[in-house]
Each structure stands twice: as C-alpha cells, then as structure tokens.
C-alpha cells in the first residue's frame, strides 16, 4: 500500500520562502512519476508541479514557473518543493501525489484524476 506523508508547511510572510517534503513508503520509489498540487478554500485541487521517475524532466504550473522547483531524491524516497517568492494566492494544502505507471517516459500528468496515490496534505498559508 502506498503511503505519502507531507511535511514543511506554515504561516510565511509574502516574499518569503518553504520547503515541501513528501516521503513516499509501500513500494520502490525511483520507478514513479511524483506531482505536487495544491486546493484553496471553495476552489478546486490545482496542478502545481510533477517530476518523472528518474529526476531528468519537470513540469510546473505557469502560476508558479521560475518561483517554484520541483526535485526528487530516490535515495531518501522523497520528493521535494521549494517555493520561494510566495504570494497570498499560494495560500492552500499542498498534496503529494504519484501513480501507476512504472517508469513512464511520455508527458507529464497534470490531472488530479490521473493520480490515484495521494497524501492528506500540508497547509501553506502566505500573509501579505
């Protein structure tokens, strides 16, 4: 049984930083493709980030390209976000999240739908 735990969220000024953590446990971790969303208060689970199984290819949310970095380390099964220059907007749980297909190479999924693993969350909550 797959089980993701995330870690790293808090209160953080505009303008400021955090680090997201997500370890992964039930199965090998290097094989699967691992994504981060994130769902505000009365809004719908967004697409924020997603890293392929072997770390070589990202993709990030335009709402969040060039302050947000997505990595992974399959030595400590974990995968990471770094979100700097934070905005109120940021504000919501962040969800780990990875799924079924062992080594995939194609493009990466941005759908919630299309994960069928996912973590209770951390709450991210950005004061202006």
């Known amino acids: 049984q797959v089980q993701l735990v995330e870690s790293g969220g808090g209160l953080v000024q505009a303008g400021g930083s955090l680090r997201l953590s997500c370890v992964a446990s039930?199965?090998?971790?290097?094989?699967?493709?691992m994504a981060w969303f994130r769902q505000a208060p009365g809004k719908e689970r967004e697409f924020v980030a997603a890293i392929n199984w072997s770390g070589v290819t990202t993709s990030h949310a335009d709402s969040v390209k060039g302050r947000f970095t997505i990595s992974r380390t399959n030595a400590a099964n974990t995968v990471y976000l770094q979100m700097n220059s934070l905005k109120p907007e940021d504000t919501a749980v962040y969800y780990c999240?990875?799924?079924?297909?062992?080594?995939?190479?194609?493009?990466?999924?941005?759908?919630?739908?299309?994960?069928?693993?996912w973590g209770r969350g951390t709450q991210v909550t950005v004061s202006s």
């Open positions: 039930g199965r090998a971790f290097s094989a699967w493709t």
């Open positions: 999240a990875t799924d079924n297909r062992p080594w995939y190479s194609g493009s990466l999924l941005t759908k919630s739908y299309e994960y069928p693993h």
